[in-house]
């Protein structure tokens, strides 16, 4: 039994309206009345596993389907990324939208330099299938995606000229994190994944210019191949420590205290990285919970416009959305460099928020403004509802067009 002391021991306090609509804000990007309600009410256990589609029910792995497959083959990305934020909008599985959106940045790629709009949409439709399952098998997934081998030009290494890049940057951002190899480690590596190649879109491993000699990674020596070296690096304890920082900051926002953090590497190793697991334990945590992390997480672009159209279950031009996104700095499909987009308070310049409160007067505009907005009080509720949905708090009754500015205005409604 775990010690009561450990912050990844199960959530036993109240589960209110406001718990509800935290788990479901920060699980879900938001938190419509109709659901807090119902989370509310059935509780902690069977909300997370309502979420994460473990109830015993088999849930199929969401897909951006054939109409981005289409979009992508037009090259054109401002579609694709519309196509994205529709679904992800829309979608019964919006906690695999959201840890899509996290491996997106994880291991990011940009269309910039892949140049490939078929294997971008690909690559996130990997994402929504494996990434609730087993980060070993994702990661080996993404070492032969398509997208990832042009990114980083492992389809270029040779026994002869074995390139660097992939090696490096899976210690560096994919499993481990700075400080936790050497260099000769990464030269070692290299030489592993030499002969990765690809033909026609797909992988392919080229004998001819593999190296078969022994290679001495982080103190172990063999003729190890790409695979060897994922399973040794994925075995690292700092593997599980790099994960479980990521996780926090994604989720709560900030970092909590280190033996927090190992509490929840802890979890990682336990369950074998199997993030379905992971998060069932962490979405009901007392370190989920804790009042440091209620508030002042701010979101990216896409959480934002997402939260806010989920939470008014509003209908919306997908393209135009991608626009705004792109202008409040987050443009999807194309991260800005390897180590993905910036965090917390770089979201927020002088040039994104004017973006985030065009955004908000383009919905605030309805179904006459760009965006095409359209909802609609839910039959019998007030229009404070709309308040709790986005701030999770009450405010005194106004015309239903001034309400919503004022909410959306709100610093507030960029946390959550």
């Not at 199929?60 to 992800?88: I, K, M």
């Not at 700075?178 to 990765?196: I, P, T």
């Amino acid at each position: 039994m775990r010690s009561e002391k450990n912050s990844m021991s199960t959530y036993s306090g109240a589960f209110r309206l406001e718990e509800a609509r935290h788990l479901l804000c920060r699980g879900e990007f938001a938190a419509p009345m109709n659901r807090t309600i119902d989370f509310q009410s059935q509780g902690l256990k069977a909300s997370v596993e309502q979420m994460l589609g473990s109830s015993g029910k088999t849930v199929r792995a969401p897909s951006l389907g054939p109409r981005a497959h289409r979009v992508a083959l037009r090259n054109d990305l401002t579609s694709l990324q519309g196509t994205f934020l529709l679904q992800a909008a829309r979608t019964t599985h919006p906690l695999s939208f959201k840890m899509a959106l996290f491996w997106h940045d994880h291991f990011a790629c940009g269309n910039r330099k892949v140049n490939d709009l078929v294997a971008m949409n690909n690559q996130m439709n990997l994402f929504l299938e494996l990434g609730l399952g087993s980060f070993q098998h994702l990661l080996a997934k993404v070492a032969r995606d398509p997208a990832m081998l042009v990114f980083l030009d492992g389809a270029k290494s040779s026994k002869e000229k074995p390139n660097e890049n992939f090696a490096r940057e899976v210690m560096e951002l994919f499993t481990l994190g700075e400080g936790h190899y050497s260099e000769n480690d990464v030269k070692e590596a290299a030489r592993a994944f030499a002969g990765w190649r690809l033909a026609q879109g797909s992988f392919y491993l080229d004998k001819q210019a593999q190296d078969t000699g022994n290679k001495r990674i982080l103190g172990k020596v063999g003729n190890f191949d790409g695979d060897d070296v994922l399973e040794i690096l994925v075995k690292q304890k700092s593997c599980s420590q790099y994960l479980a920082r990521k996780l926090c900051f994604y989720f709560l926002g900030s970092l909590p205290k280190d033996n927090e953090i190992d509490d929840l590497a802890r979890v990682i190793r336990q369950e074998n990285f199997c993030f379905r697991e992971i998060l069932k334990r962490f979405l009901s945590s007392r370190l989920f919970f804790d009042d440091r992390f209620r508030v002042g997480r701010i979101k990216s672009p896409v959480e934002f416009v997402l939260g806010v159209l989920r939470s008014l279950e509003a209908r919306f031009s997908g393209t135009q959305l991608a626009r705004l996104c792109d202008k409040m700095g987050q443009s999807i499909f194309d991260p800005p460099g390897v180590d993905g987009w910036p965090e917390g308070r770089s979201w927020i310049n002088s040039t994104t928020i004017v973006a985030r409160h065009r955004f908000v007067h383009q919905v605030v505009a309805g179904a006459t403004g760009p965006l095409k907005c359209r909802f609609a009080l839910p039959s019998g509720k007030t229009q404070p509802t709309f308040a709790f949905c986005l701030l999770g708090a009450e405010v005194s009754s106004l015309e239903e067009t001034n309400l919503l500015e004022t909410i959306l205005s709100q610093p507030q409604a960029q946390l959550g």
